[in-house]
Every structure is written in C-alpha cells, then in structure tokens.
C-alpha cells in the first residue's frame, strides 16, 4: 500500500473513482469470498446431512472412534490463534510495531500447530475415507477445512514477513486486516465442524 | 496517497512462494508465451512427481500411474501456466514485500492484437477478450450439435457410436452452459458495466484478468476431453453420480474443466459486486442504475451463492473415483452406505439458479434494448429491480423439480411445484413491462430490437413450458423426453442466445468503433428465428408423443419429424455464418460508429466509440434516470463535478 507511490511528473492514469459506499473494497471483496467459501462448506455439510441424518447411519461407523478430547485441544489452540492476530491488529492501529510482529508469529506458529496435530490425528485415526461413508465426510469436511488452513497460513506467512520488512503503520494496514478476516473465519469454520463431526 | 485502484488487490490467491534466482533469458523471465510454455512443462513434471512420490509412500506399484499423473496435471499444469503467463506476478511481488512497480499504467489497453493475447488488467480488453472467447466455444458446441443431429436424421443411423453420440451431446450442453452462455454475459457486462456506472475500471482489475484466463482453460481442458483414451465425458452436463464415478477418464475432463469456469465466474461475480457497490458515479444512486446493471448485481449475488455448490459435487465425483471414496457407493459391495440422490441436490441447488444465472443479464440487455429502441422510459423501472432480487431469492426454492422422478421423498415435490409456480410471477413481472415499454412507443426496428422483440415472444413460450412442467403429474409423462429439450432451447436459444445476438448487435459500434451491417443484421435474425422455430417447435410434439432424450437411435415412428428436425437444423447452423461473416468483415471494414449511434441515454454511449484508455478525462455526475426517453430536457449524466452539475440546463451531455 505505501510502496508504490507514484509521483511521476508526466503520470498519466484513470481518473480517480468516485467512491460511493464508505466500505473498503478489499473488506466487501473478501466478504464475498467469504460467502463463497461458506456456501462450499454448505455443500459439504448437505452431505454430510445425508449420510448421517437421511440415510440415518451410526455416528461414527461401528468399530471406529472419534477423539473429540485430543481435537479439543487443538480447537482451543485455533481459537487462541484467532486472539493473537487481533492483538497484532490492535497493536499497528496504536502504532506498536513488536506487537505486530508478535502477533503475527504467534498466530502463524498456532495456526501450523493446529495443521500438525490434524495431520497427525489422521495418522492415528486408523481407519480411512474408503471405509465407510461417514468416514468419506469426516476426512471430507476436516479435510476441506485443512486445506483452509493451509491457505490461511500461506497469507498469513505472507503478512508476517511484509510485517518484518517495515510494511504497515497506524494509517495503512489494511493489508494485514483483510487476510486476519479470513483468518477469523476459518477459526469460526472450525467450531461448527468440531461441532457437527465430533461433538454432536 | 497512492492507493490507486489498482492497489485494492486481496491476497487471496498466491498459491505459490519464492521464485528461482537461476539466471534465465529474459524472454523466459518476464511473464508470457515463452515463460507460459516453459512452466507447463514444470507444472507436468510436479504431475509426475508428486503421484510419484505418494504413491511410493503408499507401496503403491508402479509407481508411475498415468491415471494418477493425469488427475494432477489437469490441476497443476493450468495453474503453471497462468503463473508463467504472469497472472500472478503482481501478487507475488506483493506478498513477498518487495516494492511493486510503480503504477505505469503501461499495460493498460489494447494497442495491438497482441495485447489481447497477456494478461490484461483493462476492463474494455478483458470485455473483448471474454466475448470472443466464449463466441469462439458457441462455434465448436454449435458443430457439435450438427453431429447429433446427423446422428438422429433417420433411426439406427451409424453415423456416430452410442458412445461417441453420448460423448457428443454431454460435451455440447457442457460448453455452451459453462463456457459460453455463463461468460458471453460476462464478457458484455465486462465491457459497459464500468463505463454505465461511470467508474474507471473494475475495482480489482488484475482478479479481472485472472478470471478471463481461467476460462479458456475450463473450455479446452472439456473439449480436450475427446482426446482422453476411453473417450470424452458421456454422462451429460448433469454428470449424476454414480454414472459419472465409474466412467473412464474423460469425465475427470469436465470434473476438473467445471472448476476452472466455476471459479472464473465467482470471481467475476465478486468484481461485479464490489464495482457495483463502491464505485458508481456521484448521483448514481441504486435506483438510477441502468437496468443492466441491476441484472449483473442480481446474477452476480446468484454465482457467489450458488457456484460452490457445483464445485463441491464435482469435487465429490472426483473423490469417489480417484480415490474411492464412498460419497456415492450405494449399490454393491461392502461399505455401501453412500447417498446417490444427495448428487442431484447438491447439482439441482446450483443449477436451478444457473438457468437465472443463464437468462438474467439477458433479461437486462433487452432492457436497455427496448428502451432505447421503444424511446420510452422503461415501464415500472423500479418493479423490474425487485423481480430481479425476487427471482435471486426464489430460485433457490424450486431445485427439485428437476427431481420430480428420482425417487426421492414424494412430498417435497409439492412444495417444490408450488414455488416453481409462484417464481414465474417475477419473470411474468417482466415480460409485462416489456410490452407496456412497447405500448404505444415509436419503435426502431433495428437488428437489436427485432432479436428483443424474438426474445420476448420465443422465451415466453419457453416460460409457458416450464410452467407445464411444474406440474408434478405433467412432468412424469414428459420428463426424460424430448419435451424438456424442447424447453431447454426456447428459454436458452430463443431466449438467451436471443439476448446475446441483441446485445452484441447493439453493443458492438461501442466495443469495436464499427458499424454492424444492417441488412446482414435483418438476415440473421428472420433466418435464425425461422429455422429455430422449425427446428425445436416439433420437440415437443415428439416428446409428448414419448420420444426420449440422450439416446442415439429411436423408434420408427418418430423418423419422419427427425429427419425434418435435422434438415432445419442444418439451416440453423448456417445462419450463424451470416453473423460470423457480419461480424468479421464490419470489424474489419465497416463503416466508423459514433460515439452515440442509438442516440442512448446511459453514460456509456457519452464517451468516443470505443471508449478513451481510461474511459472517462473526468467521472460524469449522474443527474436523473437512465431512462427519460421523449421527456423533454431528460439527462442523465453531465461531465461535471457534482457541485456544478445541480443545473441540468448547463452544457448537457445527453439530451434527447
Ligand atoms: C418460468 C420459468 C421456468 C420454469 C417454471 C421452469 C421449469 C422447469 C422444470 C420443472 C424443469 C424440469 C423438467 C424435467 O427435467 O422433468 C426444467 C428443466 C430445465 N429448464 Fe426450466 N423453467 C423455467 C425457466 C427456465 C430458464 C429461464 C432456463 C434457462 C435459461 C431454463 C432451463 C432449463 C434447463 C436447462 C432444464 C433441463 C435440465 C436438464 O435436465 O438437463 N428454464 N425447467
Ligand atoms: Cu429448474
């Protein structure tokens, strides 16, 4: 946002846009996405309601088990990311640049925490997606949600560096405030999956 | 403060970090062609080595699987290739925290053909780009629709194979829906949205590119399909699941294909929807948009909904048949507890909407058309922007009567034929205005306004037999015949490609500075609407009559109107050499277009045909409707700043 700042005498350029709405267009661009995003959760979760409600299976599979506790743990360690990056965004609006890079660290080693775990309860679950349906969309749905992680991560790594690298300041931080509110929805994403797949 | 438009980009896709420091030629370092190419080979060897590598881990032999690699490289060797054209460079610099250059603004706009061949980030080119494209996939859908119908000329006909002619047919209703219907309206609405709202650009306009690029992707990797061993995709454009999980490679080709045009489209739709929002002219208040405009709100609101659910059930095919999971697995064997009716809701939930997504821009071009054709104001302005949002909310209400005969629990089919009732109110709404915007009205029977006219009165029918259709009892005598493919093409050939043909017609001196042909123009449409009412009119008798849909042969008593259909077909495919030759040689030859031919209102007709760089010196400030044909005085917009526009007296640009 700050870096390119254009000053050549002879710019020639559109003329500015004529702003009619007072929200920023990277906030509502995301929103969208984010409406997106969550009808693609929405698909998911419709499956997931006909296999354990409409064709009315046991919940998990016989012979399978869940670890709701150990995931547990590890929906504490999303949620607690989901402070961290506020607080990183707190900090830049007054100007505190460690807590920025604090924070930023903090959340990203969190959220890769949160993607280790999971990896590793796949690892230990014992059984597989082609073992049963409601196997499929356990392994579907966490599934889906990692991979969100994971690109919550990739922008998250992003802001992290430009943070060290002297990007942002009170004024301009958008640029760290759209990807946190991707952040917060995949966090948010995660309670109703817990919820649906492992707690209920 | 330099956040230019341009530097509202998000973060949102940069699925790759860091860049190699190998020293490289610079044709092979800037983006484009060269680099392009260089990394579709890198794209296909991560193919190899990642199913290489997982597959190894697995104890899986042998290693090298080309089924696996296949799968992978239909994913990476796109994203490969839009990386090495530069789509995401800008993103990357960003991301990465170096400085990005300077805006120069140097790629913005088309100075040769060449510049409608990188990434773009102009509107006005992507608008080009876009429309070309999807014409060029009308072509090659509408060839193969020729091939059914020489297949079906006479019963037990050996022109094609069942197989092929199942191929055939899927890969036709796949193109023409994915990548050309969906698009072509996007591509439009590309090119006079930004200039309708007096804005200068879409607000992001390097997603714009990107999205552009995603869809001759989409189109070609379907149409690559008919190279796959085994053949192309044959289950249809529906792909029903569990048909589609055992089929031989080619249906992974639409499976993945579907992705690509599927995200173009969110993306585009999300574009639409911020530009829509944040950057109308000052005066440009909702109720002032040009109804075109409101379409592409209402369609765009319908793609960000609705597309992920198609992304998602192909996404599901693609799990059940490349990896074996059990999404759909509900007949033999063990683990047989998966649901197959949960495919057609989850496609219906998208594709019920997509028919809106299909025909709304449609209906705002003959909007636009009628009112400046008419020189009326558009009848009850303010009822045709609530039927649209009606329409948006309703349609995601009536999925399942494309279930009536599934299987599934027989009650829903009731409410589910009472909404599909209750939505053609709004779309009813909407024809009536039409007429009372015609009633009375001193009609320019240009080439435009005859397609609008064809529109009203071909998609009217095509609304009547979907009304019949959502009869519960009706529907289980015709479904399945050739009464919906009937329906089928009144509502997307006499409707929306009527649409298209208007808005290109009436566009076309904007996007191109030339003049279309009018005599050629008048040609088109009275052979077109003909031989498109020969053509598909005798569907529905046959398919009332019991003739089924998707199958290469039929029963000798349907001979004689096949062989009919078929020789009016043929018809029809000419016709649309009149409109490629019309389009061509006006493009190349045809006489200059002024800025304003139409003699329109909306601002997009204010400015030189075609448009300035940047579209605008200054932004205009809009001052009254869009619509105020014949009231005496009428503006709607004024290139001023708003304090000095309050008096419309003072140097009008649009005056009647
Ligand atoms: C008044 C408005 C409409 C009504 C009430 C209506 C109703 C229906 C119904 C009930 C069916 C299911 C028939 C069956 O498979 O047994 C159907 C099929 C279909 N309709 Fe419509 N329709 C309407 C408008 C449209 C529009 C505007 C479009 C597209 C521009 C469209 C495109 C289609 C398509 C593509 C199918 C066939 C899907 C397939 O099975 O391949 N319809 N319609
Ligand atoms: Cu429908």
Known sequence: MESASVTHAEHHGPPPAHRSSRVEPPVLGMVLFIISEIMIFGAFFTAYFFIRVVTHDPWPAPGTKIPEAATGINTAILLVSSLTIHWALVSIKRGNRFGLKAGMVLTFLLGLTFLFLQVNEYVHLGWAPRDSAQATIFYSLTGLHGAHVFVGLCALLMVTIRSFRGHYSPEHHQGMEVPGIYWHFVDGMWIVVYTALYVL | ?656
């Not at chain 2, 697995?329 to 997504?357: C, D, E, K, R």
């Not at chain 2, 299987?407 to 709404?429: D, E, F, L, N």
């Not at chain 2, 009375?440 to 240009?446: A, D, E, Q, Y």
């Not at chain 2, 042969?553 to 096949?562: D, E, I, L, M, T």
Request: glycine share 8%.
């Open chain 2, 1 to 656: 403060m330099a956040t230019t438009v341009a530097e509202h980009t998000t973060a949102v896709t940069t699925p790759a970090r860091g860049r190699s420091r190998v020293p490289l030629p610079a044709k092979l370092r800037r983006g484009g062609w060269y680099r392009a190419a260089l990394f579709d080979v890198l794209g296909l060897g991560f193919a190899v080595g990642i199913t290489a590598l997982l597959r190894f881990v697995n104890h899986q032999h042998p290693v090298i699987d080309g089924h696996a690699i296949t799968t992978v490289a239909l994913f990476s060797v796109p994203v490969f290739f839009l990386l090495g054209l530069g789509a995401f460079d800008y993103w990357l610099y960003w991301a990465s925290g170096r400085p990005t250059r300077p805006e120069t603004h140097e790629d913005h706009g088309a100075h040769s053909w060449r510049d409608y061949f990188r990434v773009n980030p102009d509107h006005k080119v992507i608008g080009i780009q876009y429309t070309v494209t999807s014409f060029f996939f009308l072509f090659v859908g509408g060839m193969l629709a020729m091939l059914i119908r020489a297949q079906l000329a006479k019963p037990g006909m050996n022109f094609l194979t069942p197989e092929e002619f199942n191929g055939v047919f899927s890969v036709h209703a796949s193109l023409l829906i994915f990548v050309f219907v969906i698009p072509v309206f996007a591509g439009l609405a590309n090119f006079v949205l930004p200039l309708m709202i007096g804005a200068p650009d879409m607000a992001f306009p390097r997603l714009n590119a990107l999205s552009y690029w995603l869809l001759p992707i989409g189109g070609l990797m379907m149409l690559a399909s008919f190279l796959a061993p085994g053949g192309s995709f044959a289950t249809g454009w529906t792909a029903y699941a569990p048909l589609s999980t055992d089929m031989p490679i080619g249906q992974l080709f639409f499976s993945i294909g579907v992705q690509f045009a599927g995200f173009s489209s969110i993306f585009t739709a999300l574009n639409f929807l911020v530009t829509i929002i944040t950057m109308r002219a000052p005066g440009m208040s909702f109720f002032r948009l040009p109804l075109l405009v409101w379409a592409n709100f209402a369609t765009s609101l319908l793609v960000v909904i609705a597309t992920p659910f198609i992304a998602s059930s192909q996404f599901f095919i693609l799990l059940d048949s490349a990896l074996h999971f059990n999404f759909f697995n509900a007949f033999v064997g063990p683990h047989t507890n998966g649901n197959v009716l949960m495919y057609q809701h989850i496609f219906w939930f998208y594709s019920h909407p997509a028919v809106y997504i299909m025909m709304l821009p449609g209906f705002g071009i003959i909007s636009e058309v009628i009112a400046v054709n008419a020189r009326k104001p558009i009848f009850g302005y303010r009822m045709m922007a609530f039927s649209l949002i009606a329409i948006v909310v309703l349609g995601f209400t009536v999925w399942a009567h494309h279930m009536f005969v599934s299987g599934m629990q027989p009650w829903i089919r009731i409410p589910m034929m009472v909404t599909t009732a209750i939505i053609s109110v709004p779309t009813g709404i909407k024809i009536f205005s039409w007429l009372a915007t015609l009633w009375r009205g001193v009609l320019h029977m240009s080439t435009q306004m005859l397609f609008a006219l064809g529109f009203i009165t071909m998609f009217t029918l095509g609304g009547i037999s979907g009304v019949m259709l959502a009869m519960v009892p009706f529907d289980i005598h015709v479904s399945q015949t050739y009464f919906i493919v009937a329906h089928i093409h009144y509502v997307l050939f006499g409707g929306s490609l009527f649409t298209i043909f208007a808005g290109v017609y009436h566009w076309f001196p904007k996007m191109t500075g030339r003049m279309l042909d009018e005599r050629l123009g008048r040609l088109h449409f009275w052979s077109t609407f003909i031989f498109f009412n020969l053509t598909f009119g005798p569907m529905h008798y046959i398919g009332l009559l019991g003739m089924p849909r998707r199958v290469y042969s039929y029963s000798a008593q349907f001979a004689g109107w096949n062989l009919f259909i078929s020789i009016c077909s043929f018809f029809l495919g000419l016709t649309f050499l009149i409109f490629l030759w019309n389009i061509v040689a006006s493009w190349r030859h045809g006489p200059r277009a002024a800025g304003n031919p139409w003699r329109a209102l909306s601002l997009e007709w204010q400015v030189s045909s075609p448009p300035p760089i940047f579209n605008f010196e200054t932004i205009p400030t809009v001052v009254g409707g869009p619509y105020e044909y014949g009231v005496p005085g009428a503006v709607h917009g004024v290139f001023k700043p708003p304090a000095e526009a309050r008096r419309p007296s003072a140097v009008a640009v649009a005056r009647e």
